[in-house]
């Protein structure tokens, strides 16, 4: 039953147009796409002005310990989806929800990237099972 359940939202968060009204909505529809993963998977929801759910997307999907990320995908993929903002996401495999400094950089450097194309970056949640850290909460 629950994990019927669970595919149902699963699916949900595949198809646009709900909204992401604030980042416990976000983290808990991440929660759901990528704690169960056991590799790493670096994904983007794309939302609209209004922050309605334009796409979810995984990105690059890596090894248990790393995953590589290319700022000009996300750029492609943001402008394909008409994204006015993103929320990032990433998930850590070993149970360590604490960004790295490579997460930090990365972030940074997707930040000002889109920022290029006046998409702006809400968030960058790390998963790790059932815990996540936000980069906004965290400053």
């Keep these: 039953m629950i994990d019927a359940a669970l595919a149902i939202i699963r699916a949900r968060l595949q198809r ?4 992401i009204t604030s980042p416990g909505a976000a983290r808990n529809a991440l929660l759901l ?4 993963l056991e590799h790493e998977c670096f994904a983007v929801l794309f939302l609209s002005a209004q922050h309605a759910l334009i796409g979810f997307e995984e990105m690059f999907r ?6 590589s990320v290319y700022p000009r995908e996300v750029v492609k993929a943001a402008l394909r ?3 006015a903002a993103v929320v990032l996401a990433h998930n850590h495999p070993s149970g360590l929800a604490e960004p790295s400094e490579a997460d930090k950089l990365i972030t940074a450097h997707l930040r000002d990237t889109l920022g290029l194309v006046d998409v702006k970056v809400l968030d960058h949640f790390v998963i790790a099972g059932d815990r996540v850290a936000s980069f906004a909460e965290l400053g």
């Design 81 to 83: 989806h008409n994204a």
């Design 62 to 67: 890596g090894t248990l310990m790393q995953t």
């Design 33 to 36: 796409r990528m704690a169960h």
């Design 16 to 19: 646009p147009g709900g909204f």
